[in-house]
């Protein structure tokens, strides 16, 4: 199985930006769909983009515009570029991985699509 580690966040200003990683290990990362989702204090944990192994993405319209995922195969690494930073970006951010198949690229936003979690990246955003 799949082994997730996320690193790179920390604490930015308002329309900073920050770009977060996610390593990946124990099998080849291009056999997973990858996802981010983060989490903030007294909510629920909430989808932020996602990708499958064939490169269609998914993004929620929370960041459309403002973030970007990306994956890179061979360094089995997953990405996500934060720009124009809010405080409401304010989260921990875990990474995830599925090696479940949806035709439907808005099945790769729901949490129970993922099987392996890293344990997160706290980012906050300060005024």
């Known amino acids: 199985q799949v082994q997730l580690v996320e690193s790179g966040g920390g604490l930015v200003q308002v329309g900073d930006s920050l770009r977060i990683s996610c390593a990946t290990s124990?099998?080849?990362?291009?056999?997973?769909?990858m996802a981010w989702f983060r989490q903030a204090p007294g909510k629920a944990r909430e989808s932020v983009a996602a990708?499958?192994?064939?490169?269609?993405?998914y993004y929620a319209d929370a960041v459309k515009g403002r973030f970007t995922i990306s994956r890179d195969d061979r360094k089995d690494t997953l990405y996500l570029r934060m720009n124009s930073l809010k405080p409401e970006d304010t989260a921990v951010y875990h990474c995830?991985?599925?090696?479940?198949?949806?035709?439907?690229?808005?099945?790769?936003?729901?949490?129970?699509?993922?099987?392996?979690w890293g344990q997160g990246t706290q980012v906050t955003v300060s005024s």
């Open positions: 995830a991985a599925t090696t479940a198949y949806y035709a439907d690229i808005y099945d790769y936003s729901r949490l129970e699509a993922y099987r392996f």
């Open positions: 124990g099998r080849s990362m291009r056999n997973y769909g």
């Open positions: 990708i499958t192994t064939g490169g269609s993405i």
